[in-house]
């Protein structure tokens, strides 16, 4: 377990948006948390040198890449060599002193370095003998993820570490095991460890990908060229190296008779943690957010709260920041608070929140993309084109320009602030399938 001294660990806070105020009879309240981690102190050096780190600190972290080497990574063969070229820049990217491991994944699971059930330390010579070891790897095989999690979570859980965390990166979908068998491996390794993944090329299952990120609480998102594997697979492992806090979780407390209607992270991407919940105590309970470096996540809470008079005052609830500690307890970091006013005031009680207001778009903005490219591959065209227009609409009104530029290559844009589009005739997969993996992304609040 880490120590969360205040010398080696970002310094939390958690800063809360809401309009406080409720008309007579309301009942519901809606609140943004903004937590903010700042300061860590290695983050860096772990951006700009990889190799280095403070003199007297041992990195507290374990990686393991997942490389997809079924037969389908030799069509095209640039895929398996964008493969290869992209694992030898991520494991360039590991600090000295990180445990690492290469696995080789098809309808099995194999060490591809450094063997024996094992993890590597990184240093000159270990990230030299893995670059030979990647230059052995073939392409031949079915494609079974859940078995390449599962002996990552064992070789990962080997080391003593806090930060775990796993890549994934595959080019199809997953024909060799039940959808019951990688979910069980899914809810095995969840809270084990985090992982990122990675669909190159468009033979794979968005479903599948997300999903898997999802479960662990890493990144999802396509590499539609093998060129851009390399890029890509370095951001990411310097995301990981930056990592300094492991098992955050959000708790949210409420007083007796308020009841939780929904917790959902809502920046950088919209990913629903209602149910991902436990018990933390009496009304309480714990939401997972997972490790943490110098970054900022914005996340919606929605109470429900008992009736009360006009001019009456409580605390709806209580949003703290918790890491556990090794005799079983809990550290809080940093914590925020929740209120409900009920007033006579009409202007007072019907603002809307901007930040509220934005993020409740935002999550509609996902929600009507992935209905509306359902739509669109089921036949249903009336569907679709309602459903993205309302997209547009809200990727316009929100600023958020990424998200419009995709929608811009599934559908003509005739009136964005009204929603009004029409379907293109013909979509690359590629397109069609970037704006899906990528839907949940957001934006912040526009100044």
Same mark, same amino acid.
């Given at each position: 377990?880490?120590?969360?001294?205040?010398?080696?660990?970002?310094?939390?806070?958690?800063?809360?948006?809401?309009?406080?105020?409720?008309?007579?009879?309301?009942?519901?309240?809606?609140?943004? =948390?903004?937590?903010?981690?700042?300061?860590?102190?290695?983050?860096?050096?772990?951006?700009?040198?990889?190799?280095?780190?403070?003199?007297?600190?041992?990195?507290?972290?374990?990686?393991?890449?997942?490389?997809?080497?079924?037969?389908?990574?030799?069509?095209?063969?640039?895929?398996?060599?964008?493969?290869?070229?992209?694992?030898?820049?991520?494991?360039? =990217?590991?600090?000295?002193?990180?445990?690492?491991?290469?696995?080789?994944?098809?309808?099995v699971a194999k060490e591809v370095y450094p063997g024996?059930?094992?993890?590597?330390? =990184?240093?000159?010579?270990?990230?030299?003998?893995?670059?030979?070891?990647?230059?052995?790897?073939?392409?031949?095989?079915?494609?079974?993820?859940?078995?390449?999690?599962?002996?990552?979570?064992?070789?990962?859980? @080997?080391?003593?570490?806090?930060?775990?965390?796993?890549?994934?990166?595959?080019?199809?979908?997953?024909?060799?095991?039940?959808?019951?068998?990688?979910?069980?491996?899914?809810?095995?390794?969840?809270?084990?460890?985090?992982?990122?993944?990675?669909?190159?090329?468009?033979?794979?299952?968005?479903?599948?990908?997300?999903?898997?990120?999802?479960?662990?609480?890493?990144?999802?998102?396509?590499?539609?060229?093998?060129?851009?594997?390399?890029?890509?697979?370095?951001?990411?492992?310097?995301?990981?190296?930056?990592?300094?806090?492991?098992?955050? @979780?959000?708790?949210?407390?409420?007083?007796?008779?308020?009841?939780?209607?929904?917790?959902?992270?809502?920046?950088?991407?919209?990913?629903?943690?209602?149910?991902?919940?436990?018990?933390?105590?009496?009304?309480?309970?714990?939401?997972?957010?997972? @490790?943490?470096?110098?970054?900022?996540?914005?996340?919606?809470?929605?109470?429900?709260?008992?009736?009360?008079?006009?001019?009456?005052?409580?605390?709806?609830?209580?949003?703290?920041?918790?890491?556990?500690?090794?005799?079983?307890?809990?550290?809080?970091?940093?914590?925020?608070?929740?209120?409900?006013?009920?007033?006579?005031?009409?202007?007072?009680?019907?603002?809307?929140?901007?930040?509220?207001?934005?993020?409740?778009?935002?999550?509609?903005?996902?929600?009507?993309?992935?209905?509306?490219?359902?739509?669109?591959?089921?036949?249903?065209?009336?569907?679709?084109?309602?459903?993205?227009?309302? =997209?547009?609409?809200?990727?316009?009104?929100?600023?958020?320009?990424?998200?419009?530029?995709?929608?811009?290559?599934?559908?003509?844009?005739?009136?964005?602030?009204?929603?009004?589009?029409?379907?293109?005739?013909?979509?690359?997969?590629?397109?069609?399938?970037t704006l899906e993996t990528r839907s949940t992304k957001?934006?912040?609040?526009?100044?």
């Open positions: 377990m880490a120590n969360f001294s205040k010398s080696n660990v970002p310094q939390f806070s958690v800063d809360v948006y809401q309009n406080e105020y409720m008309a007579e009879g309301a009942r519901e309240v809606n609140a943004i =948390a903004t937590v903010t981690s700042t300061g860590g102190g290695t983050m860096g050096a772990a951006v700009s040198a990889p190799h280095l780190y403070s003199a007297g600190q041992t990195p507290d972290a374990a990686v393991a890449i997942m490389v997809d080497c079924s037969g389908s990574m030799d069509y095209p063969p640039t895929k398996m060599r964008g493969a290869r070229d992209a694992t030898s820049a991520a494991i360039d =990217a590991v600090r000295d002193g990180v445990h690492f491991a290469v696995i080789g994944g098809t309808h024996g059930g094992r993890l590597a330390v =990184a240093d000159a010579r270990t990230r030299e003998q893995a670059r030979q070891a990647l230059r052995k790897l073939s392409a031949g095989g079915g494609t079974a993820i859940g078995t390449w999690l599962r002996l990552a979570d064992r070789l990962l859980s @080997s080391a003593d570490v806090s930060i775990r965390h796993g890549i994934v990166l595959t080019d199809g979908r997953n024909e060799h095991e039940s959808p019951e068998d990688l979910q069980a491996s899914l809810d095995a390794c969840a809270g084990r460890f985090t992982c990122d993944a990675r669909g190159v090329g468009t033979d794979w299952e968005v479903k599948e990908v997300t999903g898997i990120a999802s479960a662990l609480l890493g990144t999802a998102d396509i590499v539609a060229d093998p060129a851009g594997l390399s890029a890509d697979f370095t951001q990411m492992m310097e995301a990981a190296m930056g990592k300094e806090v492991a098992d955050v @979780s959000l708790r949210v407390w409420t007083p007796m008779g308020a009841e939780i209607k929904f917790v959902k992270q809502v920046a950088p991407t919209v990913e629903e943690l209602t149910d991902r919940r436990t018990q933390a105590g009496p009304r309480a309970g714990d939401y997972p957010t997972g @490790s943490w470096g110098d970054e900022s996540r914005d996340y919606h809470i929605c109470v429900e709260v008992p009736n009360a008079e006009l001019g009456q005052e409580m605390l709806a609830a209580r949003v703290s920041l918790i890491v556990p500690q090794p005799d079983g307890s809990a550290q809080t970091l940093s914590q925020g608070l929740v209120r409900a006013v009920w007033t006579d005031d009409m202007a007072a009680s019907t603002s809307i929140n901007p930040q509220v207001a934005h993020y409740t778009g935002q999550a509609e903005l996902a929600q009507v993309i992935q209905q509306g490219l359902d739509a669109r591959k089921s036949g249903d065209m009336d569907g679709a084109t309602a459903k993205l227009g309302r =997209a547009v609409q809200l990727a316009s009104a929100s600023g958020n320009e990424d998200t419009a530029k995709l929608l811009s290559k599934v559908v003509d844009v005739v009136d964005a602030v009204a929603g009004t589009v029409r379907l293109k005739a013909r979509v690359a997969e590629a397109d069609e399938m957001t934006v912040r609040v526009k100044k």
